[in-house]
């Protein structure tokens, strides 16, 4: 079962809260507190886009830059021999490690 939503490229992740009956979004991947919640999913895809209209409304009326989930560049220590073997399979299937990452990463992610 999917339980997120994207827009504009930005991810929230639902809930429900059982006690309130109602649907409850988070965006997910900025530091922001963007939130929003309804009780039909109709009305609970309106206020996730409100939400994020607003978030990049208000980013503009304040002179910052919004915050993506992801710029794209990912910094990780793993263990050496994971990292051999990352690189031996890269080369091994003819790609660039940054190549072989992204479409692991991605087909673990989905």
């Avoid at 929230?12 to 929003?36: C, H």
């Avoid at 607003?54 to 992801?70: F, I, S, V």
């Avoid at 794209?72 to 050496?80: D, F, H, S, T």
């Amino acid at each position: 079962m999917n339980n997120t939503m994207t827009y504009k490229g930005y991810t929230a992740r639902i809930d429900f809260d059982p006690r309130d009956e109602i649907f409850v979004g988070r965006v997910l991947g900025v530091a922001d507190v963007i939130s929003f919640h309804a009780d039909t999913v109709k009305g609970l895809t309106a206020e996730f886009h409100s939400a994020v209209m607003h978030y990049l409304a208000d980013c503009k009326e304040t002179g910052r830059a919004p915050e993506k989930p992801a710029s794209g560049k990912l910094m990780l220590r793993i263990r050496p021999e994971v990292h051999a073997a990352a690189a031996i399979a890269a080369q091994a299937a003819g790609k660039s490690l940054n190549q072989w990452a992204d479409e692991v990463l991605e087909r673990a992610a989905v």
